[in-house]
Structures are given as structure tokens and as C-alpha cells.
């Protein structure tokens, strides 16, 4: 895996090995990306469920003002910290909290925290044919913390498997989605304002 575009584009990233982590596919987060533009550029960013970081270094390397990124795993919170180390950005740019995803929401919602994106490709769940998802995407949109994290104009990104059947709260709506193989990248906006037009792009390889 590599930094895919900005001033680290063509630099490697470390990735852990095992299945409890599942980096964004190249293709995927090309897609994810070029769909962002130039909304990467000065924003701050949260990415939640980091793994190896990729999201959020992405968003450093395209220009990002400050990256809070959050991992539950000590072992890949210090793969982030090498892969940063590996790819020479400003580390005062990017904030690595180790911690679980939902006591972070809790806690950057009690201080008033607001972020222009807030990026998750969380571990993926089962699917859910007949019932109410129970994934931590799901979840995710659940939390009624959430939407205060996000900005005026900002975006909620996440990732799932088209198994997952999530259902949207009346919190969000839906603006985009990108769909690549078993992967669904989906873009929400607050819905206590006007969305944009549906977008649904099928972005196959």
C-alpha cells in the first residue's frame, strides 16, 4: 500500500498483517479521493477506525490542515506512528489518539470538537438479510454524538460491504456513493440541511 497523491505520492506504508485489519484498496481510495477534490485541501480531518492510518495520511499528504486519527490497537497505533515517521510530513499536523472509536466521538463531542471530514472504513459486518445491521457502520451513524463532530458544509465518509444492509437516521443524508467489488464507500451530510442530488457511481476494476 502507498500514499496515492500530494507531496508523499508513491511513498510506501506499512500495513499489519493478520485479518483484523482491512486496508482501503488502492482502487477504492482513488476513487474515494478524486471524489473529495479539492475539499481535502486546509481541512481537518478525523478518521476513525485507522488501521494503518492510510485514510488520514492520505489526507496529510493532499494537503489536510490537522488529521486527528483515531486506533483502538497499540501494535497498529505504532505502525501509524512509523508509516508518519516513513513518509516525512508534519507530525504537528496529525494527532493519533489511541483509544476506541466511540469513546473518541464521545470525548471530541463534549469538547466542542468540529471536523470539515470525518473518514471511517471500519472492520466490516455480517450480512443482514431481515435485520437492522449491527456492524460498526451501523453503529457509526447510530451515535447521536456523531453529527456535532461535523461542520457546517462538512461530510461523514464510510465504508462498508454491499452485504451490509445499513439504515440511514433521519441525522444524515445521504449525498454520494461509490461502489468498487464488495466495497461501498458512502458520503453524508448532515440532514438537518438541504443534501445535494443523490450521486451513485459504480466504480468498477
Same mark, same amino acid.
Given at each position: 500500500?502507498?500514499?496515492?497523491?500530494?507531496?508523499?505520492?508513491?511513498?510506501?506504508?506499512?500495513? #499489519? $498483517?493478520? %485479518? /483484523?485489519? =482491512?486496508?482501503?484498496?488502492?482502487?477504492?481510495?482513488? @476513487?474515494?479521493?478524486?471524489?473529495?477534490?479539492?475539499?481535502?485541501?486546509?481541512?481537518?480531518?478525523?478518521?476513525?477506525?485507522?488501521?494503518?492510518?492510510?485514510?488520514?495520511?492520505?489526507?496529510?499528504?493532499?494537503?489536510?490542515?490537522?488529521?486527528?486519527?483515531?486506533?483502538?490497537?497499540?501494535?497498529?497505533?505504532?505502525?501509524?506512528?512509523?508509516?508518519?515517521?516513513?513518509?516525512?510530513?508534519? #507530525? $504537528?499536523? %496529525? /494527532?493519533? =489518539?489511541?483509544?476506541?472509536?466511540?469513546?473518541?466521538? @464521545?470525548?471530541?463531542?463534549?469538547?466542542?470538537?468540529?471536523?470539515?471530514?470525518?473518514?471511517?472504513?471500519?472492520?466490516?459486518?455480517?450480512?443482514?438479510?431481515?435485520?437492522?445491521?449491527?456492524?460498526?457502520?451501523?453503529?457509526?451513524?447510530?451515535?447521536?454524538?456523531?453529527?456535532?463532530?461535523?461542520?457546517?458544509?462538512?461530510?461523514?465518509?464510510?465504508?462498508?460491504?454491499?452485504?451490509?444492509?445499513?439504515?440511514?437516521?433521519?441525522?444524515?443524508?445521504?449525498?454520494?456513493?461509490?461502489?468498487?467489488?464488495?466495497?461501498?464507500?458512502?458520503?453524508?451530510?448532515?440532514?438537518?440541511?438541504?443534501?445535494?442530488?443523490?450521486?451513485?457511481?459504480?466504480?468498477?476494476?
Amino acid at each position: 500500500m502507498r500514499i496515492i497523491g500530494g507531496t508523499a505520492a508513491g511513498l510506501l506504508l506499512k500495513v #499489519p $498483517k493478520g %485479518f /483484523d485489519v =482491512r486496508p482501503t484498496p488502492d482502487l477504492v481510495k482513488q @476513487a474515494l479521493f478524486n471524489s473529495l477534490g479539492a475539499r481535502v485541501v486546509g481541512a481537518r480531518v478525523l478518521e476513525l477506525f485507522a488501521g494503518s492510518g492510510a485514510l488520514g495520511l492520505e489526507c496529510l499528504s493532499r494537503g489536510a490542515a490537522q488529521v486527528v486519527s483515531v486506533e483502538k490497537a497499540n501494535r497498529h497505533a505504532r505502525m501509524i506512528r512509523e508509516n508518519l515517521e516513513a513518509i516525512h510530513l508534519d #507530525p $504537528k499536523r %496529525f /494527532d493519533l =489518539r489511541v483509544q476506541d472509536a466511540f469513546q473518541a466521538i @464521545a470525548q471530541l463531542a463534549e469538547a466542542s470538537r468540529q471536523f470539515d471530514l470525518v473518514l471511517a472504513d471500519p472492520p466490516y459486518g455480517e450480512k443482514n438479510v431481515g435485520r437492522r445491521s449491527t456492524s460498526f457502520a451501523q453503529q457509526l451513524l447510530d451515535d447521536a454524538r456523531l453529527p456535532s463532530l461535523i461542520a457546517p458544509d462538512g461530510l461523514l465518509v464510510i465504508g462498508h460491504t454491499k452485504r451490509d444492509t445499513l439504515t440511514v437516521p433521519a441525522a444524515w443524508a445521504e449525498v454520494k456513493m461509490l461502489k468498487h467489488g464488495d466495497s461501498v464507500i458512502r458520503f453524508f451530510d448532515k440532514g438537518d440541511r438541504l443534501s445535494l442530488t443523490a450521486d451513485v457511481a459504480d466504480e468498477r476494476g
